[in-house]
Nanobody
Framework: QAQLVESGGGLVQAGGSLRLSCAAS????????MGWFRQPPGKEREFVAA???????YYSDSVKGRFTISRDNAKNTVYLQMNSLKPEDTAVYYC?????????????????WGQGTQVTVSS
């Protein structure tokens, strides 16, 4: 059973940093495009960042220059380094996986999802 498990969320002050991890198990995800999405309170899930199997990256405009997505295929893990955090970054963050040669920003195209990790940024 393929599984994605996020970790690294928490409470941080505005301007601070967090690094989220997404550990995959049950299969090798090195050939998958991986994505991070988030769902702010009372809002719909939105795209944050994506990375291809070849480590090509793509970001939403709201996080470009502040967040960095990366992957370590040897550890079957994807990361999201979040710097210069803002209160509007507060959300549940999810990682997801799909077989694709390109970065994917559409949530319903993904096949596997984690359970999410809460990120809260205080002002």
């Amino acid at each position: 059973q393929a599984q994605l498990v996020e970790s690294g969320g928490g409470l941080v002050q505005a301007g601070g940093s967090l690094r989220l991890s997404c550990a995959a198990s049950g299969r090798t995800f090195s050939g998958y495009a991986m994505g991070w999405f988030r769902q702010p309170p009372g809002k719909e899930r939105e795209f944050v960042a994506a990375i291809t199997a070849g480590s090509g990256t793509y970001y939403s405009d709201s996080v470009k220059g502040r967040f960095t997505i990366s992957r370590d295929n040897a550890k079957n893990t994807v990361y999201l380094q979040m710097n210069s955090l803002k209160p509007e970054d507060t959300a549940v963050y999810y990682c997801a996986a799909v077989i694709s040669p390109r970065p994917v920003r559409i949530a319903n195209m993904y096949d596997y999802w984690g359970q999410g990790t809460q990120v809260t940024v205080s002002s």
